[in-house]
């Protein structure tokens, strides 16, 4: 059972992955990418992780790819983009260098856990907690790590949140009148 | 390594447990969509009175069979997809926009014994269990959750017509969808700040007397708030400008025919239903019973359905007022239903939330109840002058560019 | 743990039921109702006249404004949850340091509205 729910979702993320990346329609693209989120969603919360995946869908699936969404809708593109046009000479070679890296890093990485294993770890104060009660105490332990432990992290998520906001208003905002911006092309 | 494991000691085949788990999710299937088909009725017949007329009365007694009539007749009918439009997505939206709308139905309580702060278990066949399909910790999430994956549907649907009023209906939903989920995120908040669990089983439990209900406990804003976001996230009369028919002839469905429109359509009713019941289950104790002239239950003689019978009747309750709604409420225009949503419900939804949270934690610490109370009132109005001075000087602003409205 | 796992899995069904009865209504349909392709029927609608251009066209980037912002208070939604949950725990301590994150994301929201990017005209 656990195999089978691990290879269900093993099998949505990789699907999904290959088709944000096969996919030449932006649109079909992020529908995969949503699968690739569903099926980590699955993945967390087959490990317990309930508060996790529920996040995951709220966040991600509900919030960040609708936002590709209306971006794809805001550009207009109703036909598959054009692969041979490069807006940036330097990114195939780029994406080529990293890609090469993750992968040879991650085959170290197994490579080297298979002549050392992991040493256990001694499970954290919260992670303890949140296994002597499975119930609610998910939820409790992270939020004890995230407002007493990473209370600076939390608190320049705000921060980077807002600065979103304000980047995405001066790009996107009219010109009052009397100012001019240079445009290339406006939106209807 | 997996917590799964265990999943598997469940799966006998004819063991009680499963026929449980069976009996439930059909019972709730067919309820479901028996009761969508009902308000289908109900919502007719109630406007048709409103406006002094009959409503339907021909198929079946009182027109009861109505929208089986109706249903039966789409069957019938010659299904279209546009040559420009997206095939896939479009075949795949009715379906993201039909199953979440049912989903719901999974994490609501439907029954059971609440009383003195029991958890609502009840004994099937020798079997103690609880009277909802699933009880996950993190319930209210899950709401959340597929509230923002009924957004595809509708965005979808409109996406992949390939055609331009459904485009401009699809955009306009989602855009509205998403204002309005902020708030009703945030007006959840409360309710969670005073029950204290994300569990919706927990959420009912501890509203045990009429005072700890929560939409007393929050003090009835929240609820207004949640009650106008879940409307406007519906996309029902008076923020159903996702099918403005004047404007946008039939919104994001236009391109739809057939059974593929009926979908959308029994999805739209079943959302109803089911907001109706998340309403309830947050704010109104679910099926906990009410306090009438020193009864605790005056329904005591139902037994074990008592519960369920209290649930249904303060949720056919709000699908009145769904419907008193469209009946009497003129549509909104677009940039009102966006002031609404973004000047006013959120900030609203979180000055709320905050001064709750104030006084909880001033409470706990023992601080002068006096104190706190000023401070907190000052605060908010200090917000609240911050707010009015925002939008007086936005107003201005629109005045000296001269805008039409 | 095994309770609310099998949660899910009734959840899971309740899905596949719903994805059957779809399915199957559609299915139904398929086969009894008419096809009479033509290919006059299958143009988009455009109030009866010939449809104008292209159908999709670009929609406003003030939507796009509407989303990011929509971004913003869902996590700020996913942060609050869990303190709401146990707040006495975290004491004055909590509520300073929420307070100051809600301020913060505030500041956000009055920012667009300041600059009418929230003005639909």
Redesign the interface.
């Given at each position: 059972?656990?195999l089978f729910?691990?290879i269900v979702a093993g099998a949505m993320v990789l699907g999904g992955a290959v088709g944000v990346v096969l996919r030449t329609?932006p649109?079909?693209a992020a529908?995969s990418l949503?699968l690739t989120l569903f099926g980590i969603a699955v993945l967390f919360?087959?490990?317990?992780a309930?508060?996790l995946?529920?996040?995951e869908?709220?966040?991600y699936?509900?919030?960040?790819v609708?936002?590709f969404?209306?971006?794809i809708?805001?550009?207009?593109?109703?036909r598959a983009e054009d692969l041979h046009v490069e807006p940036f000479k330097i990114q195939r070679p780029a994406a080529l260098v990293i890609g090469v890296g993750l992968v040879s890093l991650l085959g170290i990485a197994v490579i080297a856990s298979r002549e050392h294993p992991v040493p256990t770890v001694t499970p954290s104060q919260a992670v303890t907690d949140a296994l002597a009660d499975?119930?609610?105490g998910?939820?409790?332990a992270?939020?004890?790590d995230?407002?007493?432990d990473h209370?600076l992290a939390?608190?320049l998520?705000?921060?980077l949140?807002?600065i979103?906001?304000?980047a995405?208003?001066i790009l996107?905002?009219?010109p009052?009148?009397g100012e001019t911006y240079i445009v290339s092309g406006s939106?209807? | 390594?997996?917590?799964?494991?265990s999943?598997?000691d469940h799966?006998k085949l004819f063991s009680i447990p499963t026929l449980i788990v069976i009996i439930k999710v059909l019972v709730v299937f067919v309820v479901g969509l028996v009761g969508t088909m009902l308000m289908v009725w109900f919502e007719r017949k109630v406007i048709a009175f409103m406006q002094n007329r009959i409503g339907p009365n021909k198929a079946g007694p009182k027109g009861l069979l109505q929208t089986l009539a109706d249903g039966t007749k789409l069957f019938f009918k010659e299904d279209l997809i546009p040559d420009k439009s997206?095939r896939?997505?479009f075949k795949?939206a009715p379906y993201l926009a039909f199953v979440p709308a049912f989903l719901v139905w999974a994490i609501i309580p439907l029954g059971g014994d609440f009383s003195n702060g029991k958890n609502g278990d009840v004994k099937i066949l020798g079997h103690v269990t609880k009277l909802q399909l699933a009880d996950?910790?993190?319930g209210v999430?899950?709401l959340?959750?597929l509230s923002?994956?009924a957004?595809?549907g509708i965005?979808?649907a409109g996406?992949s017509s390939g055609s331009k009023y459904p485009?401009l209906g699809s955009?306009r939903a989602?855009a509205q969808m998403?204002s309005y989920?902020a708030a009703l995120g945030l007006s959840l908040a409360t309710v969670i700040l005073v029950t204290g669990?994300?569990?919706t089983n927990g959420i009912v439990a501890s509203q045990f007397t009429f005072s700890r209900w929560s939409v007393i406990a929050t003090g009835v804003l929240p609820f207004a708030i949640f009650l106008i976001a879940a409307t406007a996230e519906l996309n029902r009369p008076p923020f159903d400008l996702v099918e403005a028919e004047q404007e946008l002839v039939g919104g994001f469905n236009t391109e739809y025919s057939s059974i593929r429109f009926a979908l959308f359509f029994l999805a739209e009713f079943m959302n109803t239903i089911t907001m109706s019941g998340v309403i309830v289950t947050l704010f109104f104790g679910g099926p906990q019973p009410l306090r009438i002239a020193g009864h605790a239950n005056v329904l005591q003689f139902l037994g074990p359905v008592s519960g369920t019978v209290w649930l249904l009747l303060k949720v056919l309750v709000f699908l009145y007022v769904y419907v008193w709604f469209r009946a009497t409420l003129p549509r909104l225009r677009y940039d009102q239903l966006m002031n609404l949503g973004w000047k006013l419900m959120i900030p609203l939804a979180l000055g709320w939330f905050m001064l709750l949270a104030f006084f909880r934690v001033g409470q706990d610490s023992g601080w002068n109840t006096w104190v706190i109370g000023v401070a907190g009132i000052a605060v908010m109005a200090l917000c609240a002058g911050l707010l009015q001075l925002a939008s007086k000087v936005s107003a201005r602003n629109r005045e000296r560019?001269g805008a039409m409205f | 743990?095994s309770d609310?796992?099998r949660d899910?899995l009734n959840v899971v069904w309740f899905a596949a039921i719903a994805l059957v009865l779809a399915s199957l209504l559609l299915g139904i349909s398929a086969i009894i109702r008419p096809n009479k392709p033509s290919a006059e029927k299958n143009i988009a609608y455009e109030s009866g006249v010939n449809p104008v251009g292209?159908?999709?066209?670009?929609?406003?980037?003030?939507?796009?404004?509407f989303?990011?912002?929509?971004?913003?208070f869902?996590?700020?939604a996913?942060?609050i949850?869990?303190?709401a949950?146990?707040l006495e725990?975290?004491g004055t301590f909590?509520l300073v340091?929420m307070g100051?994150?809600v301020f913060?994301?505030l500041?956000?929201?009055v920012?667009?509205w300041r600059?009418?990017?929230l003005r639909w005209v």
């Open positions: 059972m656990q729910v691990f329609h649109v079909h529908l949503v919360i087959a490990q317990d309930q508060f995946a529920a996040v869908v709220i966040v699936a509900g919030a960040i609708v936002l969404l209306f971006v809708m805001l550009l207009g593109i109703d499975p119930h609610n998910n939820i409790r992270l939020a004890r995230v407002f007493s209370v939390f608190e998520t705000s921060a949140l807002v979103a906001v304000v995405t208003v996107a905002r009219k009052r009148k939106a209807q | 390594m997996f917590a799964v494991d999943l598997l799966i997206d896939f997505v795949l996950p910790p993190v999430l899950l959340l959750a923002s994956i957004i595809y965005m979808l996406w485009l955009v989602s998403i989920e669990t994300l569990s560019e | 743990m609310f796992l899910y292209d159908g999709w066209s670009q929609s406003q980037v003030r939507y796009y404004i989303a990011l912002l929509f971004v913003v869902d996590v700020e996913v942060f949850f869990p303190w949950t146990r725990t975290y909590g340091e100051i994150f913060v994301l500041l956000g929201l920012y667009a600059k009418g990017v």
